[in-house]
């Protein structure tokens, strides 16, 4: 007789442990179980144990040593760097002249009849009037310094990035070693680099040129890679079948068809340049960086602004005409013999203007042709000063918004980071990675953290980690609530549009001296020029990316009776999920670059000691403290980054 034996009963996992967050939280909570008294019995301390540092001062400071005694008599510097020098001042001062030589009014009709080549009427005269501009300022020749010293070091920079890119994006192999040089040099802070450059090249040009490559050349390098990667496959699959070589597939194929990337990468690559034109000027660049910085040494917030206009100018209208010349064609759909023949003719009638100033004796600008903004800006910044300080009845003066901010969030979150045990740190930073991403983000974070404490900087760090918490908070509120309503209404953006580039292309040092009339000395000011650096990005990201999302999800919400807010809230918000996220890392990134600055301002913990290392000569503290700025920004990246959003930023 047969017998009938029963199937084996499976045993389910409960419900909310099939979700795969909850599963990890599970066993994560199984684990810190096990681990956390362990922990606490063998390092019951809260600080970081002095026998897991590594102190870097002596070889550091012998590496210092070094270089200063050798640096007028080793045949590297004579051989090797000086000759680097040599041609860096040469290329420079070449362009000055020639921009010179051209004269004011040469200059202007160059930069309309390119900009009305590549992107039309109204930018032309839009670039034409960002120059005038310049010269009533009384900023011709700082103006014409910065753009000598900017032309060399983005032809450096877009050699340089092309060069790496085109490396990264013709070998797997090259690529991952590349990424994590390119993350470096996007990531750690300018000043913590400065002092190393200053050191082998001294004071002067080629050490601003060289700094600003250093900053400037990755965006070329990623998007290059990008956009050779990205090539249509079917298209280099033609090329090949008929027999062209892989150096002909290159030229004639791959290049062509990332167009766009390269030419996103030079947009980037410039403005990147001249957001370095006020820090280069504090190792002797010149120019309308200069101009600003002496202008904030002394408190004088109008000579700051009449020199900080011409780069936003200059910063708009390049990036005007880049973007222009990214989206296509700019011949309007004229042939290639009649677009050498516009271009012809512009070029012809530059020449013109220019040899008709230089004729005429008008090669500088005329100095009665010039306003005087400063005395009406720092009225009113006294203004401001005097009547939003304090003593403003109900709401309180800007001084005491600081205070309060200070006392109610940015004590208990820095006091609270630092009374955690280490190793708690590391176990949340492990979870919060872990959660969002695998096991090798979590491990990639915990790494990076337990360098800082590696590194002797625990402590400031999470002081810094505090900061940087709390400007990204302030920030995502502020862009997420002002990027809906630009996404939300026509005019909004348009409105916000002229306000955004004058934030993201004003160098940072501006507007840090009306930041400290307003809130005072301390880390609030910090915080708040965080803010104002980060804000602009935040809110362009989240505006593009809730007006991107599908129209036909947005009517069968409306057709099914959803209000304005129901839309946002359970269609847009949801959709929008790889933009916010991508804003979210956007404005942890633009946090950090500001803490340095924020460390000039009374912000202390690690941007102090960037700056005082760069002041002191101290390459030990201001190296150290820049890369553990560096391992906060990789921390955070992994915390906040999805793994597939990172897959897709290729990082």
Known sequence: MATVTAPATRVSLPGFLKHRAAAKLA???LAAAILVPLADAQWASGSWPAALTVDLTQPLGRVSDWIIDNRDSHPLFLYGFGYVSNAVVLSV???????LAAGWAGVTAVA????????????????????????????WIPTMQTLALMVVAVLVSVAVGAVLGLAAGLSDRMDRVLRPVLDTMQVLPAFAYLLPVVLVFGIGVPAAVLATVVYAAPPMARLTALGLRGADKEVL????????????????????????ELLLGL????????????????????????????????????????????????????DRVTGAAGEGDSGGGHTGLSRRAGWAYALAAAVAVALVGRFAGRLDWPGSWTLNIAEPVNRAVDWMTDHLYSGVPVIGGTADWAGHFTTWVLDPLRDGLQALPWWSVLLIVAALAWVIGTWRTALTAVLAMAAIGVLGVWKPSLDTLSQVLAAV?????????????????????????????????????????????????????????AVVYALPAVVRITTQGLRQVDPAALESARSLGASSGQQIRQVQLPLARP?????????????????????????????????????????????????????????????????????????
Do not use: H
């Open 93 to 99: 001062r070449a362009v000055y002249l020639v921009l």
């Open 267 to 318: 947009n980037q690559t410039i403005m990147m340049a001249l957001s370095m034109a006020v820090i280069a000027s504090v190792i002797g660049a010149g120019g309308l960086g200069d101009r600003v910085y002496q202008a904030l040494a002394s408190v004088d917030v109008g000579a700051a602004l009449a020199a900080g206009i011409p780069i936003v100018l200059l910063a708009v209208v390049l």
């Open 27 to 29: 066993l994560l909570a």
């Open 112 to 139: 309309a009849l390119v900009a009305w080549r590549v992107a039309g009427v109204r930018l032309g005269l839009g670039a034409a009037a960002a120059f005038l501009t310049c010269g009533l300022l009384g900023m």
């Open 579 to 651: 933009a916010l996220l991508l804003a979210l890392n956007q404005g942890v990134v633009l946090v950090l670059a500001v803490v340095i600055i924020g460390g000039l301002v009374g912000g202390g913990a690690l941007g102090y000691d960037v700056v005082f290392g760069l002041a002191q000569g101290d390459l030990a503290t201001g190296l150290v403290a820049g890369a553990a700025i560096v391992c906060l920004g990789l921390m955070l990246d992994r915390v906040t980054q999805p793994t597939e959003r990172r897959a897709k930023k290729g990082a």
């Open 237 to 260: 699959e033609a090329v090949e079948s008929l027999g062209a070589t892989s150096r002909q597939r290159l030229l004639t194929a791959r290049i062509p068809l990332a167009r766009k």
């Open 473 to 529: 908070a302030v920030t995502l509120v502020l862009g997420f609530a002002t990027g809906i309503a630009a996404a939300r209404n026509d005019r909004v953006e348009r409105l916000l549009r002229p306000v955004l580039d004058v934030f993201q292309t004003m160098p940072q040092f501006v507007y840090l001296i009306p930041v400290v009339a307003l809130f005072g000395v301390g880390r609030a000011p910090a915080v708040a020029a």
